[in-house]
Nanobody, 113 residues
Framework: QVQLVESGGGSVHPGGSLRLSCAAS????????MSWFRRAPGRERVLVAN????????YLLDSVKGRFTAFRDNDKNTLYLQMNNLRPEDTAVYYC??????WGQGTQATVSS
């Protein structure tokens, strides 16, 4: 059974950091492109990052460049999103995805003063 479980969300002040994790199981993780998406309140879900099997980030949302880093550990079947210098507009539910068809339950990140 394919399963994606996100963790690491929370509430931080502007300028703070969070590291999100996505634990994958039930499929050969190292063979798949993995993605982070986010859905802000009242808005559509948007792609934040794509990470190919070689741990290269092939896409990063313009508004997070220089602040967010997406990477993976294929030995641990885990995808990560390191979020630094967070802004209120980064407040969203963050989801990891395989092929934009399999989704985790999401983890909430809230940035407020």
């Amino acid at each position: 059974q394919v399963q994606l479980v996100e963790s690491g969300g929370g509430s931080v002040h502007p300028g703070g950091s969070l590291r999100l994790s996505c634990a994958a199981s039930g499929f050969p993780f190292s063979r798949y492109v993995m993605s982070w998406f986010r859905r802000a309140p009242g808005r559509e879900r948007v792609l934040v990052a794509n990470v190919i099997p070689s741990n290269t980030t092939t896409y990063l949302l313009d508004s997070v460049k220089g602040r967010f880093t997406a990477f993976r550990d294929n030995d641990k079947n885990t995808l990560y999103l390191q979020m630094n210098n967070l802004r209120p507009e980064d407040t969203a539910v963050y989801y990891c995805s395989r092929d934009s068809m399999t989704w985790g339950q999401g983890t909430q990140a809230t940035v407020s003063s």
